[in-house]
């Protein structure tokens, strides 16, 4: 029974499970470009993730990596991809505040389909030179702002300073660097692209990373697959001469 006006996730029946699998199936003949669409600007964890991801399973050569204000964005960006033989790929965060929320609002995509694990870039509070200067004894001024993601924003709650929420970590670098708040909780890469100065280092714990896919990817790696499996079997298969 089905009920009018309820929607149903998408079966992933035939898709690679296994990363050689995913390996062998992206970097077939079959998948001719690899576009993944990352949360902006540059100098995010995901965007870092996402390079290592593409050179872990060997398909650099045919990937491209284009930069969003969101993860709702790049999502969007995904599914506008319906060329034969381009794979769309949008990545997210395990620890993304709306992860719950994106994974049943778009039961039609496969949000999981394959995984980085990856220590973060130094997450860190970081400010602006003169800023730094006026820090005396370790303690940061209570009237001072901080930019920062909503995922990490928890990192400053012992500050007692207001947080200002931007989209990622780097544009939390940004923001600081235009003078739009007085710190910012940042990572390392983008630290230094902004020309900030680091007050405290937060450390850099394993984050998980998520490679989705949509239906339109998915028929693809499907058909792929199958295509994989088929060489796999003509390699093994004895010879009749």
Same mark, same amino acid.
Request: charged share 20%; proline share 4%.
């Given at each position: ?41 540059k100098g995010t964890n995901i965007e870092q993730a996402t390079a290592r991801w593409l050179n872990r399973l060997r398909v650099t050569g045919k990937s491209e990596i284009h930069l969003c204000d ?33 994974? =049943?609002?778009? !039961?039609?995509?496969?949000? #999981? %389909? ?11 509070? &970081? ?13 940061v001024p209570k009237d001072w702002t901080i930019s920062s993601h909503p995922s990490p924003q928890y990192l400053a709650n012992g500050l007692g300073c207001k947080i200002v929420i931007v989209n ?33 280092? =937060?450390?850099? !714990?394993?984050?998980?990373? #998520? %490679? ?11 058909? &792929? ?17």
């Open positions: 029974m089905a009920i009018n006006g309820l929607r149903k996730f998408s079966v992933a029946d035939g898709l690679p499970q296994e990363e050689v699998d995913q390996m062998d199936v992206l970097g077939s003949e079959v998948v001719s470009r690899v576009v993944c669409y990352v949360l902006g600007p969101t993860p709702e964005e790049c999502l969007q960006a995904a599914r506008q991809i319906t060329e034969d033989g381009v794979v769309a790929v949008y990545v997210t965060c395990a620890v993304y505040a709306h992860e719950s929320t994106f994974f =049943f609002c778009n !039961p039609d995509v496969y949000p #999981f %389909f394959s995984q980085e694990i990856m220590l973060l870039d130094k997450m860190q509070l &970081a400010t602006r030179p003169e800023m730094a200067a006026s820090i005396a004894d370790g303690i990622s970590n780097a544009a939390a670098a940004e923001h600081c660097r235009e003078s739009l708040s007085s710190a910012c909780i940042t990572t390392e890469s983008a630290q230094k692209r902004c020309g900030l100065v680091t007050l405290h280092e =937060f450390g850099s !714990p394993a984050m998980v990373f #998520f %490679f989705g896919i949509t239906e339109h990817g998915a028929n693809i790696i499907r058909r &792929a697959f199958k295509a994989v499996l088929v060489d796999r079997t003509d390699f093994t298969r004895p010879s009749t001469k």
